[in-house]
């Protein structure tokens, strides 16, 4: 049986469209997944490296350059934060490195579009922060007036991801301009008699500056009027895990009554979490903090989305080679989800259990029904 919290057991379909040290990493996913030691060979493709950032675009950057100077026969390099295929392709670019080294991407930056028109990245995978936002608004704003939807028992409600490649690539560009814009077309409500006549006070908590985070506001903004919300976002500006504890301290002392929140260290901030629950209803985004007691998750199923990037990396280099991948914070369970899926992904693994219950949920968005109105003309 359901849990009746807040909203459709089914995922959420879609058409709404910092500076640390730099690790090369024996990474594994949380709930005791093994870890991984490389490089790793299964079949035609050997991971050499899997390289964290700390959230830092130059350590990304140089993070890259590194491996093209360490690995003379790296055939694809894998970005799985929004800013790592910019740094990425810049680095490829100064070493004289295009037509050697592929590049596959995350999320859904200006450049790394650009890029894919030009040919001179593969193709990305990427979530829809515009949802996001706009769902975070729509469902804190119903658990605070009290009223009822269906969660599912996992208590994780997916936004499926899409997989852009060159043939989708300016249509997608367009639809980020007209969300960028505020000319998006509002994504369609999970229920049409919602009782909006009391004002909520909410707050959307990302994890750090960045235009992924822009797209996120603009879904927040888009929902604010139609659900009767006052929303405050916040970019923590160096992405630190302090900022967000500062800025959750002064929502637990003022009228806040709903949290949306993107935890940078989830095992660190479980304490702070849960007070927040205590206080107002809390729900996580982007990534997930399930050993609190937030209600529930709203984002990528980042693990699937690590496979389908993994499956573009085979697209790129059909024939094998040397993979390094790179990553941002790896103690976010996010990126924990997605380089382990991009591995698994090369090296044939099969899902766990564990993500091929609601598989079907996090599907691309391709696939699935249209969520949104259309567009007015």
Excluded at 30 to 56: C, H, Q, V
Excluded at 76 to 97: D, F, H, Q, S, W
Excluded at 137 to 163: C, F, M, T, W
Excluded at 300 to 313: E, H, I, P, Q, S
Aim: hydrophobic share 35%; with cysteine.
């Amino acid at each position: 049986m359901k849990r009746r919290l807040f909203l459709k057991a089914c995922a959420v379909a879609a058409t709404a469209a910092a500076g640390c040290r730099s690790e090369s990493n024996s990474a594994g996913t949380s709930g005791g997944a093994p870890k991984n030691e490389f490089p790793m060979t299964a079949g035609k493709y050997t991971i050499l490296d899997l390289r964290s950032d700390s959230g830092n675009h130059d350590r990304a950057k140089q993070n890259a350059e590194a491996a093209i100077s360490k690995y003379p026969n790296l055939n694809c390099m894998v970005g799985l934060y929004a800013y790592n295929p910019p740094t990425i392709l810049r680095a490829v670019e100064n070493a004289g490195k295009l037509d050697d080294i592929k590049i596959v991407g995350f999320d859904e930056d200006i450049e790394t579009l650009k890029g894919i028109e030009e040919g001179k990245i593969y193709g990305t995978v990427v979530q829809q922060p515009f949802l996001f936002g706009f769902k975070s608004v729509e469902y804190l704003s119903a658990l605070v007036r009290g009223q009822e939807v269906d969660v599912p028992d996992n208590k994780i409600i997916y936004v499926p991801h899409r997989v852009i490649r060159p043939d989708n690539a300016a249509q997608f560009k367009s639809d980020i301009q007209q969300m960028m814009a505020g000319k998006a077309p509002a994504p369609k409500s999970e229920r049409d008699d919602y009782d909006t006549k009391e004002p909520v006070s909410l707050a959307f908590l990302t994890n750090t500056v960045d235009p992924f985070w822009e797209l996120a506001e603009r879904g927040v903004q888009c929902a604010e009027p139609i659900f009767n919300a006052s929303c405050e976002v916040y970019h923590p500006p160096t992405a630190s895990a302090e900022e967000q504890k500062r800025f959750i301290e002064r929502k637990l002392n003022d009228d806040c009554q709903g949290l949306a929140l993107s935890p940078i260290d989830k095992e660190n901030q479980k304490e702070l979490i849960n007070r927040a629950c205590d206080k107002m209803k809390v729900i996580c985004h982007d990534s997930d903090a399930p050993d609190t007691n937030r209600l529930f998750y709203i984002g990528t199923g980042n693990y699937l989305a690590g496979r389908a990037v993994g499956k573009l990396v085979k697209e790129a280099i059909p024939d094998g080679g040397e993979v390094a991948i790179f990553v941002g914070k790896l103690e976010q369970l996010n990126a924990q989800e997605r380089s382990q899926g991009v591995i698994d992904e090369l090296l044939d693994k099969p899902i766990p259990p564990e993500y091929a219950i609601g598989g079907e949920a996090a599907k691309p968005a391709e696939e699935t029904p249209a969520a949104s109105e259309p567009a007015p003309e």
